[in-house]
């Protein structure tokens, strides 16, 4: 018998030390071919953790409780008592699950695509450093360590983004990326603060926090559930934070595939569900979050509508899926929410993975419009990615199906009928938008005339396992008018809100969902599939979408522009002319009275004479007045 | 041995200049006698921190009469938190000597060595007239280093930071002497041992005039807000062992003054000034931050950088709970670290590129790995990156700053956006790019590893097991906060 909380330590240390080996070997010389070693130690990391993570999930399943694994003690001041420590729980353990199976895809993926990147051995260093830091996120036991891993998510965000650093832009991007999760984590710090203000002294594990979340008053909870969400805005790519995530674009395929489609973006969802027993002491923050997560639904989705880079696409596809995720966690369907977590994380890495593959293929092309008639040449990439559309259109029974159809039953079944609708209108523009980057993928005209590059198997084999995943993981969720008992949610066994609706009306609303996401599909069809075309900004409504709304240039005008001109205002008035300017003129005062004095003491004994004559005269009035008062 | 052993390690380094200088040493020999000493003293230090006890108050007392009728006494002790500056001072030097190791003018060496016994003095002295008298004595090297060893406008500069900081210590000398002679109007004797004038009770409006003269001398040294204009001119005309010190050391020392001398003898009209305090230092959080944004001058825009830290310090110091104090104490050590690494890498490109304007830079990630790492590695600690020491500090002041109230926690977590701008803007201009120089830019040779490797090391474990660190310096400072907050407490 294998001891569940050494598995569970290790899990966690393993990849951070892999990182370690591969970094040192790297930088000791950098110029060197390691490819085999590189790959052996980076690409068996999450082979190893996704091992790991089956047994873990193997023992909950067979009835054993919450695992827990402590490394050693972190910090102890005063009630501050923080330990380097680990949870395994239903929750975490089915997260730690498919982000090591999928991240080991992806890996495999990476060492096929990365091949000829001279720093290859860098990009495995970063990509096992991801891993130890997902882990640590989803696995720690309090609050701060969890933080922690947060923020470290977002470092190797920010380092993969910047990979080829040649390109300022990339770098750009990497900043911008880095920048928006920290204005995140700037709430997210406060909420913990807050957290440990309030309930600290009894202990500041989940558990704990939990057992004690009674002594905390509503107005608090309120304000401290608000702040988090504000990291999850910033992580998660939600309005107003989302910015970066399509100029995240820029790192390499497999980045945007793990860490900004299946785990590092998802961990806002996460982090709601990690937090259910607060938030289900405010349902009006729920609210809030329910509605934060249909407006970036429909938004993302929209802009996804007019865009032509194909990894743009997909990346405001993934805005619009996590607003769907925070429309089922807001409203307390916290295990519809990480059930939708789970069938996106394979089918969004899937897309991505074949859309790098027919990048790879078409000599490092991007625009969709420049693509077409792919379906005969890149055949696995073809069916896959086929699937994959399916899956995330919401046709039966692939996996996007019923993860989808749970968030807008819930919706509907709590009254929400707004949200419900955003929700509803934004599955039609999804299969739409979905379909018409297939279409003119794959479908329309051929435009490219050079040869295409093939494929390694590497590459293309993980296409065809995520494609089964992507096809059957909607089963686990099975619903109980579909003849299932939602497997998922009565393993993950969260406090989901209780909702009834009688089996007629989820059908009803499920045939609209299909309906909608057909007539999406059939008129992108009609569009794209023979000859697709460009969208152009030729009335206000397109090239105000087309422009993304000029979201990017109002964050420019207004945050930006006065930061830097604040900052221009200290260096050339606030420091030398108020600061300084006081200080010159004390040394100015000093330096005139100076010459001053010189002017009198000037050598000439008739002014000699004179002073000595007025101080005398001084003298005496002074004694004479004095006199006279006696 | 054991008595003295306080004398030794602030001595050695003079002593050791003194010999070098009377045999009139040729530079080869300067060399290795001042990395000696400072390794000697290193392990002296490292001897003391083993034998520490962390329940004790002060020890390795050393307690002589020297101007007996004035009451003016050699008296050295170290806490906790004399321990902590004494530690940074120890480990920065061997590391900053590596960094010197071809400089050819002698009077570097000197004025170097002359430095750690003037910065090591004063953080240990336990009598005012002590303390004043080292605080003098470091300030002399920096002078000369910048006007005579500087760049830039060395000598108006020089010139400018010893005008602005002797304002403070005279306004602070006329308080200790002020003090002195209160004790003597009260108990008849002379006195200026730090335990016996803490003694004597002071009416209100005196103690506040007299709190006023060492906070002006403090504040100028950390500096907030408004007392600052020294310090970017001088940062920026210094040379970087200088720089490293002022930094790291120096700048910590006005903190320390405030926390040994402000709360040791005004508890509570330092009450007074806190709301003063707090405000300064947020504001300065913000405006050093903002103004290092646009700054070309790398050393310049860590001056900023420094000083916006340093304001963090001082407000968790004045507010006074056990998780702000702590946080303050640690981010003192932990922005040594980090500031002195990234200082060295500033010189460091210097010395390769002959500029540290981030305008003339850009595109070293593609030549020097090595280089790119360990620069990133300490811009990003200076900014607070968890897995490094600034995070667990920063985290405390905080969770500090809350506790008090909700505003000033916002203000105070602002610090996480703060650093955040300036340093990957830089990191991006300096670092990444395209190659915009032809020199042969050379990356970390073996003699620079072997300095900055133990400087990530420390930053790495402090951040890691912030466990190893807080049982030698927790008992003693939650006794020195409760003692301060029982006398708040009668006052309110």
């Keep these: ?630 | 041995m054991t008595d003295h052993i306080l004398s030794i390690i602030i001595f050695l380094p003079l002593f050791t200049a003194l010999v070098l200088g009377i045999v009139r040493a040729e530079v080869r020999l300067l060399k290795i006698g001042s990395f000696l000493s400072s390794a000697v003293t290193l392990m002296l230090v490292a001897w003391l921190t083993f034998q520490f006890d962390p329940h004790a108050g002060m020890q390795f007392v050393e307690h002589a009469p020297w101007i007996k009728n004035m009451g003016i006494s050699y008296y050295l002790g170290v806490d906790f938190l004399s321990l902590t500056v004494l530690l940074l001072i120890t480990l920065l030097m061997p590391p900053l000597y590596l960094y010197m190791k071809h400089e050819e003018r002698k009077g570097y060496w000197y004025n170097m060595m002359l430095l750690q016994t003037g910065v090591t003095g004063a953080v240990l002295s336990l009598d005012l007239v002590l303390f004043y008298l080292f605080w003098e004595t470091m300030l002399l090297p920096i002078f000369i280093m910048i006007g005579k060893y500087g760049n830039g406008m060395h000598q108006y500069n020089a010139m400018k930071i010893v005008l602005m900081t002797i304002l403070g210590s005279m306004s602070m000398l006329f308080s200790i002497l002020y003090l002195g002679y209160m004790h003597y109007e009260v108990t008849g004797l002379w006195s200026f041992a730090l335990n016996d004038l803490s003694q004597i009770d002071l009416n209100a409006q005196t103690s506040i005039y007299l709190a006023a003269g060492f906070l002006l001398a403090f504040v100028i040294k950390i500096p907030l807000v408004g007392f600052h204009t020294w310090m970017a001119p001088a940062y920026g005309s210094a040379p970087t062992p200088a720089v490293v010190i002022m930094s790291s050391i120096m700048a910590k020392l006005g903190v320390y003054g405030i926390w040994r001398f402000g709360f040791g003898l005004f508890e509570s009209t330092l009450l007074y000034y806190a709301p003063v305090i707090v405000v300064l230092s947020l504001i300065g959080l913000l405006y050093y931050a903002i103004r290092a944004i646009t700054e070309d001058n790398l050393r310049k825009m860590f001056a900023y950088s420094s000083g916006s830290h340093l304001s963090l310090i001082a407000l968790g110091l004045i507010l006074t709970n056990i998780y702000a104090w702590s946080g303050s104490l640690y981010l003192i050590a932990t922005h040594a670290l980090a500031s002195a690494g990234i200082f060295i890498m500033i010189g460091l490109v210097y010395k390769r590129f002959k500029t540290v304007h981030i305008s003339e830079l850009g595109g070293i990630a593609s030549r020097a790995p090595k280089f790119t790492f360990f620069f990133a590695f300490f811009a990003l600690s200076i900014a607070g990156l968890p897995g490094t020491g600034g995070f667990v500090a920063e985290l405390l002041i905080i969770i500090g700053a809350f506790k008090v109230n909700f505003w000033i926690g916002f203000f105070t977590a602002t610090t996480m956006l703060a650093a955040m701008v300036y340093v990957f803007w830089m990191l991006q201009r300096t670092l990444f790019g395209p190659d915009n120089s032809s020199c042969d830019f050379q990356d970390l040779n073996a003699r620079e590893l072997i300095m900055l490797l133990p400087l990530v090391l420390m930053l790495l474990v402090t951040g890691i097991a912030p466990s190893l660190f807080t049982p030698l310096f927790e008992p003693q400072l939650s006794l020195f906060l409760s003692d301060i907050l029982h006398t708040l407490g009668g006052v309110k």
């Design chain 1, 1 to 630: 018998m294998i001891d569940s909380a050494i598995l569970l330590q290790w899990i966690v240390v393993w990849p951070f030390l892999s990182s370690l080996l591969i970094a040192v070997v790297y930088l000791s010389n950098t110029k060197a071919k390691r490819y085999t070693f590189y790959t052996l130690v980076g690409v068996g990391t999450p082979v190893v953790m996704t091992i790991f993570a089956f047994i873990l999930i193997f023992q909950l399943s067979e009835g054993a409780q919450t695992i827990h694994g402590t490394l050693f003690k972190w910090i102890e001041i005063g009630d501050f008592n923080i330990s380097l420590s680990f949870m395994a729980d239903r929750l975490s353990a089915v997260m730690i699950s498919f982000i090591t199976f999928i991240g080991t895809l992806i890996h495999i993926y990476a060492a096929g695509y990365m091949k000829d990147d001279p720093a290859y051995g860098k990009f495995f260093a970063y990509f096992n450093l991801f891993m130890g830091s997902m882990m640590l996120l989803v696995l720690a036991d309090n609050p701060i360590m969890m933080f922690v891993g947060w923020e470290l998510v977002g470092l190797c965000s920010y380092l993969l983004i910047g990979f080829y650093h040649q390109d300022s832009a990339n770098i750009t991007a990497a900043n911008k990326a880095f920048i928006l999760n920290r204005v995140g984590d700037f709430g997210f710090i406060m909420a913990i603060s807050l957290l440990f203000v309030a309930v600290g002294s009894g202990g500041f594990t989940f558990d704990a926090i939990a057992a004690n979340i009674g002594q905390v008053s509503p107005e608090m909870l309120t304000l401290i559930g608000f702040l988090l969400f504000v990291g999850a805005m910033g992580k998660s790519a939600q309005i107003p934070l989302y910015v970066w995530l399509p100029d995240a674009m820029a790192g390499p395929t497999p980045v945007s595939a793990l860490i900004h489609a299946a785990t590092m973006v998802t961990a806002g969802v996460y982090m709601v569900a990690r937090y259910s027993f607060l938030y289900v002491e405010v349902p009006d923050v729920g609210l809030f979050i329910a509605s934060i997560g249909a407006a970036s639904a429909l938004f993302a989705a929209v802009i996804a509508s007019y865009q032509s880079d194909i990894k743009k696409i997909l990346a405001y596809s993934t805005m619009s899926q996590l607003g769907y995720m925070f429309i089922a966690v807001g409203l307390g369907a916290y295990s519809a929410g990480i059930f939708h977590v789970f069938t996106h994380a394979f089918f969004k890495a899937l897309l991505f993975m074949g859309a790098g593959a027919v990048i790879i293929a078409l000599h490092h092309e991007q625009n969709i419009f420049k693509m077409g008639g792919l379906k005969k040449h890149l055949k696995v990439v073809y069916i896959t990615m086929f699937i994959a559309t399916l899956a995330i259109s919401g046709i039966p029974p692939f996996a996007g199906f019923f993860s989808k159809d749970a968030i807008l039953v819930t919706a509907f079944a709590s009254e929400h009928y707004v949200i419900w609708g955003v929700g509803t209108l934004t599955a039609g523009l999804t299969a739409f938008y979905m379909f018409r980057l297939l279409f003119s993928v794959f479908f329309s005209k051929e435009k490219a005339s050079h040869a295409l590059v093939p494929l390694p198997a590497s590459m293309t084999l993980p296409l065809i396992v995520l494609a089964i995943g992507s096809a059957t993981a909607g089963f686990l969720g099975l619903n109980e008018a579909y003849g299932g008992n939602t497997l998922i949610n009565q393993f993950l066994a969260l406090p989901d809100t209780e909702l009834h609706i009688s089996h007629a009306s989820e059908y009803l609303l499920t045939g609209l969902n299909v309906l909608l996401a057909l007539l999406g599909m059939g008129l992108a069809y009609k569009l794209f599939a023979s000859e697709a075309k460009e969208a152009q900004p030729d009335s206000l409504f397109r090239s105000l979408v087309i422009n993304k709304f000029y979201i990017d240039e109002i964050y420019t005008f207004f945050i930006v522009k006065p930061l830097l001109l604040m900052s221009h205002l200290i260096a050339k008035v606030i420091d030398p002319k108020i600061f300084d300017g006081f200080i010159n003129l004390n040394v100015w005062t000093y330096r005139t009275s100076g010459l001053l004095f010189a002017k009198l003491q000037n050598g000439k004994v008739r002014y000699y004479a004179l002073y000595i004559l007025l101080a005398v005269s001084v003298m005496s009035y002074y004694i004479l007045s004095k006199l006279e008062m006696m």
